[in-house]
């Protein structure tokens, strides 16, 4: 009988061992200080990016619109749509989000060092989901407008190279219904 245990021991071990020994995929994410884009300080203050594989590291600016320069300034990456294992920890977080609301402000407010009672408050007056759709390409358009009107976009962006559909369809198909950008 031991023999058998030590055989279901080590086959239970060996995937768990293996996925340690994976390198971490690294990340920078630039966030605005604001509980709205809450998946990401949930993800990252949870474990869900490492749960992933991703070494995340959130740099915090004045908004989430503002990173927009960042992004296109190739000063952080353009993961949104580009990693998998991001719109999987993407999709978790938003769901923890909903399931675990009094944890995730905790956990948002330590973060961000932000009172954690207006912390919830805030949250609850947003509703976070994850999708990809003609809304979320008209949100960039008006970001794209209000950086070239304040002089801090210099070329013109090629949104088909920014909404890329395939992770978060198979993450989550429901949730991708954009048209392609032009």
């Known amino acids: 009988m031991a023999p058998k245990f030590r055989v279901f021991a080590f086959v239970l071990a060996a995937p768990i061992s293996s996925a340690w020994a994976q ?44 990173m927009i320069a960042f992004l296109i300034g190739d000063q952080i990456q353009a993961a949104l749509g580009a990693e998998l294992a991001f719109m999987r920890s993407m999709v978790e977080a938003t769901e923890y989000l909903k399931t675990h609301r009094h944890e995730a402000a905790g956990q948002i407010a330590h973060l961000l ?16 989901g994850m999708r990809l759709d003609n809304d979320s390409l008209a949100h960039m358009r008006e970001i794209e407008a209000q950086l070239k009107q304040g002089g801090k976009l210099t070329k013109p962006v090629d949104w088909s190279n920014f909404f890329l559909t395939d992770p978060l369809r198979v993450a989550a ?10």
């Not at 994410?29 to 949870?46: C, H, M, N, R, W």
């Not at 198909?173 to 032009?182: H, M």
């Open 113 to 128: 060092k932000l009172d954690p009672g207006l912390t919830e408050t805030l949250m609850a007056k947003v509703d976070y």
């Open 23 to 66: 390198p971490k995929t690294k990340m920078i994410i630039g966030t605005g200080v604001d509980p709205s884009l809450a998946q990401f300080y949930v993800a990252k203050e949870a474990g869900i990016f490492e749960r992933n594989g991703l070494d995340v590291q959130l740099n915090q600016g004045p908004s989430g619109s503002s």
């Open 173 to 182: 198909p429901a949730a991708v219904t954009l048209d392609a950008p032009k």
